[in-house]
Structure formats: C-alpha cells, structure tokens
C-alpha cells in the first residue's frame, strides 16, 4: 500500500516559518509531479505548489514568493518551505503525489498562523 505521511506542521506566528515535508512509501513507481494543496473549512481543496519531475514547479499566487516546492527521489520526498506566513495560511496541508493516471493522498498536517 502507498502512504503518505506529513510532518512538520503546526503552530507559527505570523511572519515565521515552517517546514512540511512529505514521505512516499511503499508500491509505486514512476512518480511524475508531487504537489501540495491546503483547504479550510468551507472552501475546495486548493494547489498551493507543484514540481514535477524534471524540476519545474508552480505556486498559487496567495503564495507565489513566500512558499518554495522541492523533492528529493532518492528519498522519496516533497517539502514546502513556507516563509512570512500570514494568518490566511491557516490550513489543513495535504500532500499529493501522482504516477501519471494514479493520485495518492497524505492524511494532511494541521497549520495554523497566529499570534
């Protein structure tokens, strides 16, 4: 079975800064583009970044310079770097992943900005 996990999240105020990573394990092959979406109560589930494999990446416009995407295939790994946070980064963070047709989810990790 394909899990993903999200770790990383929490509590920040707002102008910090954290960190989500994401780890893909088990039975899948051929990852092509490894993004991650957010979603609050009341709203769709929206992409906030994505990078596919051959490295190019796009960023919501909310967080068009403050978020940063990166992956790791060695690892298995998809972080978001989020700086300047602002309090409507308030989320639930989801990780997402997909082997052309397939996509898979995280559970998703709680980020909430406030002081």
């Known amino acids: 079975q394909v899990q993903l996990v999200e770790s990383g999240g929490g509590l920040v105020q707002p102008g910090g800064s954290l960190t989500l990573s994401c780890l893909v394990s088990?039975?899948?092959?051929?990852?092509?583009?490894m993004s991650w979406y957010r979603q609050t109560p009341g709203k769709q589930r929206e992409s906030v970044a994505s990078?596919?494999?051959?490295?190019?990446?796009r960023y919501a416009d909310s967080v068009k310079g403050r978020f940063t995407i990166s992956r790791d295939d060695v690892k298995n790994t998809v972080a978001l770097q989020m700086d300047s946070l602002k309090p409507e980064d308030t989320a639930v963070y989801y990780c997402?992943?997909?082997?052309?047709?397939?996509?898979?989810w995280g559970q998703g990790i709680q980020v909430t900005v406030s002081s």
């Open positions: 997402n992943v997909v082997n052309y047709i397939t996509p898979y």
């Open positions: 088990g039975p899948i092959l051929n990852i092509n583009t």
């Open positions: 990078i596919s494999r051959t490295g190019y990446t």
